[in-house]
T-cell receptor, first 114, second 113 residues
Framework: KAGVTQTPRYLIKTRGQQVTLSCSPI?????VSWYQQTPGQGLQFLFEYFSETQRNKGNFPGRFSGRQFSNSRSEMNVSTLELGDSALYLC?????????????FGEGSRLTVL | AQKVTQAQTEISVVEKEDVTLDCVYE???????LFWYKQPPSGELVFLIR??????QNEISGRYSWNFQKSTSSFNFTITASQVVDSAVYFCALSEGIGQFYFGTGTSLTVIP
């Protein structure tokens, strides 16, 4: 069974640009969550989607948005990039919501903002 | 306030030594779930264990063992006879049911050959 797949793995952007990251969950998993990982803040929750609906949202500005498609694939978008947005963005999936099960993570998309 | 605290930022041990990674959590819920994840340099968080709040039984899986104590709100992780492949960042996490996971800041473990 293929794991969670994230693309692109690495990208470099400049301030003010926007970026879109993609995540394909494990087959059969309908919930996708996004986390931002930085050395200073650790792992912080961005949002969770289930059946194309945002179920939960973390404390991030509106520049961070996401969506989920009918095939459970998800994208997150960051507009008007700032230097502080440089981070590893991790996507995770689980089978359903509500769920108390573990999250399965992808390898992440490492974003560098110059 | 941090819901999950991993006070040890970095630990170095010599191969074959035992090492314990500490995790202290904070929640008012009676039903919650605790997790440990391993993050190798590749970046992917690898699930290690899930424990619910009603099951305080300790668990052993090969060289790994976990000690869950509700009285001290701790969920510690011990690696016995450490190996170089154990070098990674380890995260403890808390889920208060169906919502988001709260992660600790991680403990970077280096096993020296």
């Amino acid at each position: 069974k293929a794991g969670v797949t994230q693309t692109p793995r690495y990208l470099i952007k400049t301030r003010g640009q926007q970026v879109t990251l993609s995540c394909s969950p494990i087959s059969g998993h309908r919930s996708v969550s996004w986390y931002q990982q930085t050395p200073g803040q650790g792992l912080q929750f961005l949002f969770e989607y289930f059946s194309e609906t945002q179920r939960n949202k973390g404390n991030f500005p509106g520049r961070f948005s996401g969506r989920q498609f009918s095939n459970s694939r998800s994208e997150m978008n960051v507009s008007t990039l700032e230097l502080g947005d440089s981070a590893l963005y991790l996507c995770a999936s689980r089978q359903t919501v509500p769920s108390t099960g573990e999250l399965f993570f992808g390898e992440g998309s490492r974003l560098t903002v110059l | 306030a941090q819901k999950v605290t991993q006070a040890q930022t970095e630990i170095s041990v010599v191969e074959k030594e035992d090492v314990t990674l500490d995790c202290v959590y904070e929640t008012r819920d009676t039903t919650y779930y605790l997790f440990w994840y391993k993050q190798p340099p590749s970046g992917e968080l690898v699930f290690l264990i899930r424990r619910n709040s009603f099951d305080e039984q300790n668990e052993i899986s090969g060289r790994y063992s976990w000690n869950f104590q509700k009285s001290t709100s701790s969920f510690n992780f011990t690696i016995t006879a450490s190996q170089v492949v154990d070098s990674a960042v380890y995260f403890c996490a808390l889920s208060e049911g169906i919502g988001q996971f709260y992660f600790g800041t991680g403990t970077s473990l280096t096993v020296i050959p």
